[in-house]
């Protein structure tokens, strides 16, 4: 029998009961579509994480105090970040573009009615450039509001948001512990990412800090920006060789400071994206199969009906191979047409979540070529045994069951 012809008698098959066959699809269209919606999630939150890394660029390194981790035996007591640390690097860096040192505290911010906590962070003019930062209105600060330790601040782009609403900040005043700041600029929103995200902060000249706001002697953290995004891990090796000469350490396990790259949080937050990916692709499978053993019970249920037709069919001549591709036509006929309409439909979600949530996703070819050959291979692997089991019947038996 040609192959026209075992799919006209599928088809036919399959309209002669549509209700149940679109309910026996039903579990292939969730399975292909969840698969396709699983990973469009998990790859449009890996592309939103990288983008807001990737923000302050890759070649942003940041010295921290030690105590992020546990000590081991034996190593240097904590020793905090000081301005010498700050003068040695900047000294005798060579793969380094930009310094700047921070002085940052959680305080409370105040303008009109409105108060709100956000990190204040006493900086020098370097940490615009350091941390790829671009003004939205007004203007950053600069050496001359550092050396005079003015009353000026710089608004994240929440801060901004949330104290004036609808009021424009620059050139209002508003009230930090006891002092009152100038908004001289607001900065462009861009997303919490890596190392101290922007959008959420008070940016003050570093010695305004020191000396009026939070007045303290240590740093918080220093921020370098490398020359070259190749020359990052360089950079890092360069400033671990210049403080532990400064701190008097010999054994890099005694380290009583810690340096991070955007790089390598880059790298760490991609892979744990795709585990993520991964993981939900491997649940939404779990349904594609679910939808494959629905399969399986149904052609089981269509041979057992269909058994008297299987007689008269080898009565007349039909070998058992024929027998065995009409009901594997047709079982692949079912999981084909789910995993299409699954494909679509996924499809369509994933366009509709960024519109309708805010969630970004990215289908990829790869997920929808996934979604497919599973679907097409669940077809395949769960139709075999209700085919086999039809292709075998004896003509005779067959022919006398009611």
Known sequence: MKLKEHLKISFRSLRSNPMRSVLTM????IGVSSVIVMIALGNGAK?????????MGTNLITVFVGGWHHAAPGASAQEPLSEDDYE??????KYAAEISPEMSSNLQVKYSNVTLSASIRGVLPSYEAVKNLKVAKGRFITDSDNKSSKKV?????TVASELFKSIEPVGNKIRIKNHRFEVIGVLETKGEGGFGGDDDTVVIPFNTAKL???QRANLSRISIMADKEENTDAAIAEAETILRKRRNITDPSNDNFMIRSQKELLDTMTGVMNVMTTLLAGIALVSLIVGGI?????MLVTVTERTREIGIRKAIGAKSRDILLQFMIESMTLSLLGGLT???LGLGISYMVPVSTGYATAVTVNSIVL????SASIGLFFGIYPSRKASKLNPIDALRYE
């Open 88 to 93: 040695s690097l900047k000294k005798e860096m």
């Open 153 to 157: 601040c710089v608004l994240g782009g």
């Open 294 to 298: 629905g399969i399986m019970n149904i």
């Open 371 to 374: 979604a497919f050959t599973f």
């Open 26 to 29: 039903l579990g292939i269209i």
């Open 342 to 344: 699954g494909i679509a």
């Open 212 to 214: 009026r706001l939070i």
């Open 47 to 55: 592309k939103q994480t990288q983008a807001q890394i990737q923000t």
